[in-house]
């Protein structure tokens, strides 16, 4: 993160999931010409499901568009404490993954 520049801001693209216990799944819709061929030829689901861990679980849920990393950080390192070290490098590199995905983006 570059030092003026405000912290950015993530938020769920359009992504399915439910919070069960506090344990998030994603529903993730297989969609394509090649997903297709292979719901078709392989027998893979038209929709797969994601479970996240305790960490990954409690992250999503606080991802709203408005949160911002540090906000969400100063959250995880409230409720997992030294669980969660190192902190931010760990945050960055989890929500870098989800974005590689697709699953969110950033303001």
Request: charged share 30%; proline share 5%; aromatic share 14%.
């Given at each position: ?86 902190l ?19 303001k």
């Amino acid at each position: 993160m570059k030092e003026n520049s405000p912290p950015k801001k993530p938020f769920i693209k359009n992504i399915s999931w439910t919070n069960e216990q506090g344990k998030v799944t994603l529903q993730i819709e297989n969609k394509g010409i090649f997903n297709f061929l292979a719901q078709k030829l392989l027998k893979k689901p038209k929709i797969s499901y994601i479970h996240l861990d305790d960490f990954g679980s409690f992250v999503w849920t606080k991802i709203d568009g408005e949160t911002d990393i540090v906000a969400i950080g100063k959250e995880v390192e409230a409720k997992f404490g030294e669980k969660a070290n190192p902190l931010y490098e760990r945050l960055s590199q989890y929500l870098k993954t989800l974005k590689s995905y697709g699953f969110i983006d950033f303001k």
